[in-house]
């Protein structure tokens, strides 16, 4: 069956980095987008970002633009979210997500999230 | 960016009865293709969202019939035909057609 798994989450201090993993199994993972989409304690979705099939283009959130980056690995079938200069409310569990489609339509299909605390 | 708001925020409902759920967005989310990007989505306690409908009423695989989808343009409509225990939760609708992506609020569904 289709399956994400995230890995990488933590405790991190203020203006550090960490980096996200998302293993994917159970599907063609170089025929679909990818997203990353966080959820602080408590409160909404907010969509974080998205990569092609091919990792030919990628988008991003204002709010993670020019310290988070999205990569994949299609030969391992692996997502990856590079974060960095983290602060406080970077805090949140991160899921990733497919896309129905090869670049961005919608996700269809979340993983379980892991848990990213920035805090002194 | 693209605001996405839910009506109401919270519902209970009393099992067999009917539930709906609004979501109104700020900008048109027909495409030139000829789609309409709004997705549902619910996240039960405890879990990560899992798409319900997609294109606003095309149901995602395992999806029971209960659920249906409809509208157009910036008016949405998520529908429960009879509400079941299992279906307590929050609903999002979150709109693809532009970059950030966005959700609603959120909607909590309880059971009376």
């Known amino acids: 069956q289709v399956q994400l798994v995230e890995s990488g989450g933590g405790v991190v201090q203020p203006g550090r980095s960490l980096r996200l993993s998302c293993a994917a199994s159970?599907?063609?993972?170089?025929?679909?987008?990818m997203h990353w989409v966080r959820q602080a304690p408590g409160k909404g979705l907010e969509w974080v970002a998205v990569?092609?099939?091919?990792?030919?283009?990628?988008n991003y959130a204002d709010s993670v633009k020019g310290r988070f980056t999205i990569s994949r690995d299609n030969s391992e079938n692996t997502l990856f979210l590079q974060m960095n200069s983290l602060r406080a409310e970077d805090t949140a569990v991160y899921y990733c997500?497919?896309?129905?489609?090869?670049?961005?339509?919608?996700?269809?299909?979340w993983g379980q999230g892991t848990t990213v605390t920035v805090s002194s | 960016d693209i605001v996405m708001t839910q009506t109401p925020l919270s519902l209970s409902v009393t099992p067999g009865q009917p539930a709906s759920i609004s979501c109104k967005s700020s900008?048109?989310?027909?495409?030139?293709?000829?789609?309409?990007?709004l997705f549902w989505y619910l996240q039960k306690s405890g879990q990560p969202p899992h798409l319900l409908i997609y294109?606003?009423?095309n149901r995602f695989s395992g999806v029971p019939d209960r659920f249906s989808g409809s509208g157009s343009g910036t008016d949405f409509t998520l529908k429960i035909s009879r509400v079941e225990a299992e279906d307590v939760g929050l609903y999002y609708c979150?709109?693809?057609?532009?970059?950030?992506?966005?959700f609603g609020p959120g909607t909590k569904v309880d059971i009376k």
């Open positions: 979150m709109q693809s057609i532009q970059f950030p992506f966005t």
């Open positions: 159970g599907f063609p993972f170089g025929s679909h987008g």
């Open positions: 990569i092609w099939y091919d990792g030919s283009n990628e």
């Open positions: 294109e606003v009423f």
């Open positions: 900008q048109s989310l027909l495409h030139s293709d000829g789609k309409t990007y």
């Open positions: 997500a497919r896309d129905l489609a090869v670049t961005e339509d919608g996700l269809d299909v």
